[in-house]
């Protein structure tokens, strides 16, 4: 039986180079980087040697970038750090109905510490309105967060006018650009972030692995105490082997796979756009090149989930009627899904190692699962 991997939205495959380049730090080269002897200093030139490769990815300086461990932590240091950091400024913070869990309910956990939140809405296509934006910024604002390439959707908010209009009105601006990093250009030089979130197993690093790029003069409290690690931001010993499996992946990272991944995105999205009653939920141009999510009528989205895995192929599911969640996807009912009318949403995320025979698999399996599927009587949800 086949067996395709598109679910690289939750997590990808590591790069066999990635995982030699780890492997020496787990067995060879692994002291701690803090200890003062040469196998530590070994580990900590490993350390800074990524730090730079990773600040080269988005044309920041080493020092701006804090690891941890993973998109997660950096995103809770992003917003419960600026947060308690410019109390004496405001207590208010935008962020967007589309957000990743963690965010949100980082959010929620800041409003019982005293902090107002506001969550807007997003239009059909998944995208904040900058005007939004903008009204809802107000004197006790101090933070606005948006993600940049939403992990369900794919739909890519625009960084440089949300970014110039929180300069203009002196608010700092954080994105969770886990889902983006190195398939989107992000360049901290040009625009106007003072956070960035990123992380290692979306691009075939390893996991457990992230960043926070926090820019110079970003004012914000430390949230994890300990030895004072980075520099005082993150405290905890920096896991030596995951970093530097983050770096290598970034270095291998290029525009040709990039191009290749688009090009396959299309190809599905084109095909399966064919089968009737089906909607692609998000822009169809200005997405992630890697992902597919997409809507069928009178199709149960756990039982298809079920049926593709069965055919040997992984994808993601944000199905409204669902054994395992008692609610649809808030990012499907923030677009507006019709729930009714659209009960099965899958979602398919490709990788750099996704090839042209698995998407003609999968298009050739997904055509005829949908007709048996619709074949059936209504079973209800």
């Not at 939403?150 to 970014?163: F, M, V, W």
Request: proline share 1%.
């Amino acid at each position: 039986m086949a067996k395709i991997y598109l679910d690289n939205g939750a997590s990808t495959k590591v790069d066999e180079e990635v995982a030699k380049e780890t492997e020496k730090y787990l067995t060879t080269i692994y002291g701690n980087a803090s200890s003062n002897h040469d196998f530590g200093e070994e580990a900590c030139e490993a350390l800074e040697r990524s730090r730079i490769a990773i600040a080269k990815a988005l044309n920041a300086d080493p020092e701006e970038i804090v690891f941890t461990s993973g998109g997660t932590e950096s995103n809770n240091l992003a917003l419960k750090g600026v947060a308690f950091a410019n109390r004496n400024k405001g207590n208010h913070i935008i962020t967007t109905k589309t957000e990743h869990d963690c965010i949100l309910n980082s959010c929620e956990w800041l409003e019982k510490q005293g902090f107002k939140v506001t969550y807007l809405d997003v239009d059909e296509y998944g995208f904040v309105s900058l005007k939004d934006i903008k009204d809802s910024i107000n004197d006790k604002t101090i933070l606005v967060s948006v993600i940049h390439g939403n992990n369900e959707i794919g739909a890519i908010n625009n960084l440089e006018e949300i970014g110039r209009i929180c300069k203009s009105k002196n608010v700092y601006f954080h994105t969770d650009a886990c889902q983006s990093f190195t398939k989107v250009l992000i360049d901290t030089k040009k625009l106007d972030i003072d956070l960035i979130t990123i992380n290692s197993h979306k691009i075939h690093g390893p996991k457990g692995v992230g960043a926070l790029y926090i820019k110079k003069g970003t004012k914000i409290e430390t949230w994890q105490h300990g030895g004072g690690h980075e520099k005082g931001k993150r405290s905890g010993t920096e896991n030596i082997p995951g970093v530097v499996g983050f770096a290598k992946a970034v270095e291998l990272t290029n525009k040709s796979d990039i191009e290749k991944i688009k090009k396959l995105r299309d190809k599905l999205i084109n095909n399966l756009l064919k089968i009737e009653g089906t909607k692609l939920n998000g822009h169809r141009e200005k997405r992630l090149v890697n992902n597919v999510n997409i809507s069928f009528k009178g199709v149960d989205g756990e039982i298809l989930l079920e049926k593709l895995n069965e055919n040997g192929i992984a994808s993601s599911t944000g199905s409204a009627c669902s054994a395992k969640k008692a609610e649809p996807s808030h990012v499907l009912k923030a677009i507006g899904l019709n729930f009714d009318e659209y009960p099965g949403t899958i979602r398919l995320t490709l990788s750099k190692f996704t090839t042209d025979e698995e998407i003609n698999y999968t298009i050739n399996v997904l055509n005829r699962l949908i007709k048996e599927l619709r074949g059936r009587k209504d079973e209800g949800c």
